[in-house]
């Protein structure tokens, strides 16, 4: 085991956005890679910071709250200035990664932006021979967490679940919340969802677009909106068989889990942003590259199609659901 004192010491300051957080998530395994039993800090929002709470090699996250005249720039460089760093990795290619004494520095800026998905483009950028797939390092509160939710209601009503996100925090992203309760309804009625359990998943403050699909939902429903921290989400999220979300951050956490996952575009790149993974499929308001149409565009029929497309991939004609 590397002497804790010698060890090679690395700064990671990555997003403030779940999502993102979740794509440039292979930098962890290739910071060990590169420097066998590294040391790393890692700089993050508030939101994503209990993504690397268990994360390998991470000994310490900092969060950054945003504060005025960018004070938060001046408290993590405060806590990192007095390290001599092995090797500083910014993702969001901040003076900071040149304020800090570092042996070696990879900062991104937006000439790496060409137009690749933007985890093989984080890739490029730590020099690594193959794209670095997303990770989500779950650990034992995460998931007993998801468990006091999820066990309780499987116990009197057991069977496979389907998580569905009907959120995004960004305008135009959101499919609207009564189709999520009309697609529901439709899969309720589809044979090859007989018993399935339809798993809300959010923040705090998105019960009001999940309230439609949990009342379609009824008794089947499993609510996990604001039940607990992005790390518990994640581990309620590996419960799923499937997963059905807007593009947002759990969309990215969902992929990364190895879960079958279909995000919904609307006026977003999907050819850069869609899921990343073999068990990944999109639905687009416009499926045509560099074209966009607004997500009410994307009807609850197109939608109900995916998910059985979704299904017959990865579960299978009509069968139970795989583990």
């Not at 090679?8 to 930098?27: A, E, H, M, Q």
């Amino acid at each position: 085991m590397p002497d804790p004192q010698t060890a090679p010491k690395v700064l990671f300051v990555t997003s403030n956005r779940i999502g993102d957080c979740v794509i440039s998530s292979g930098v962890i395994r290739e910071i060990g890679r590169q420097l066998p039993g590294a040391r790393i800090t890692v700089a993050s929002g508030r939101p994503p910071a209990p993504l690397f709470r268990a994360a390998p090699g991470v000994e310490r996250v900092v969060i950054l709250d945003k504060k005025k005249f960018a004070g938060h720039w001046v408290d993590l460089w405060k806590q990192a200035v007095g390290v001599r760093w092995d090797l500083v990795i910014d993702i969001r290619g901040s003076a900071l990664s040149y304020l800090v004494p570092a042996k070696r520095r990879v900062v991104y800026n937006r000439s790496w932006e060409t137009g690749v998905r933007k985890v093989e483009m984080v890739s490029r950028l730590m020099g690594a021979a193959a794209p670095l797939d997303p990770e989500i390092f779950l650990d034992d509160q995460a998931r007993t967490e998801a468990a006091a939710v999820i066990d309780p209601q499987l116990a009197t009503a057991p069977g496979p679940i389907i998580a569905l996100a009907p959120i995004a925090h960004q305008p135009g992203k959101s499919w609207p919340a009564d189709r999520w309760g009309g697609l529901v309804e439709r899969l309720k009625a589809d044979a090859r969802f007989d018993g399935w359990r339809f798993m809300l998943v959010g923040g705090p403050g998105d019960h009001p677009p999940a309230a439609p699909a949990l009342a379609a939902a009824g008794l089947r429903g499993i609510d996990f909106v604001g039940k607990g921290d992005i790390l518990a989400s994640a581990a309620a999220i590996d419960r799923a068989a499937l997963f059905v979300g807007n593009d947002s951050g759990l969309m990215h956490v969902a992929a990364a889990a190895g879960r079958p996952t279909l995000g919904l575009f609307g006026p977003t790149e999907w050819w850069l942003y869609g899921p990343w993974g073999p068990k990944t499929r999109t639905a687009a308001s416009n499926e045509t590259r560099g074209a966009f149409a607004p997500i009410e565009a994307l009807t609850t029929e197109r939608v109900f199609d995916a998910v059985i497309d979704l299904h017959t991939a990865f579960i299978g004609g009509g069968g139970p659901a795989k583990p």
